[in-house]
């Protein structure tokens, strides 16, 4: 899908289920579109040589894991706002669903994964 306009992901980092489910989603919608790059928040933290300008370049959408928003806090220390924002936990809990392992997906995992696909496609189109 060619677009004018690119989107940068900005998934959760976080040792969580639904930390797992975001950064897979974002991993899987990337591969599947042209107008979206990723960001490793990690690298973004520790100020990774070209990470400051990458993450003025596009606009941000943060997939946080849970409440505590750390992707949104992480990217406002580094003196970005975020263009949009999702919550993996509001939305999955919406759907009554509940990834359950940070470093496997089971099958609820893959579900939690389509969801978040799936709004993080609506966000952008």
Known sequence: MATDKKYALAPC????????????ASTDTVKERDDLIS???????ADREGFKELIRKYPI????????ACVDKILEQKGVKVAKVINAKEELDSKNLKPTDVVRLDAEGERCVLIMKKKINELID
Do not use: V
């Open 61 to 68: 959408i943060a997939i946080n894991g849970c409440e505590g």
């Open 13 to 24: 980092s976080g040792m969580s289920p639904y930390g797992l489910i975001t950064r897979a």
């Open 39 to 45: 960001l490793c928040m990690g690298a973004t933290s």
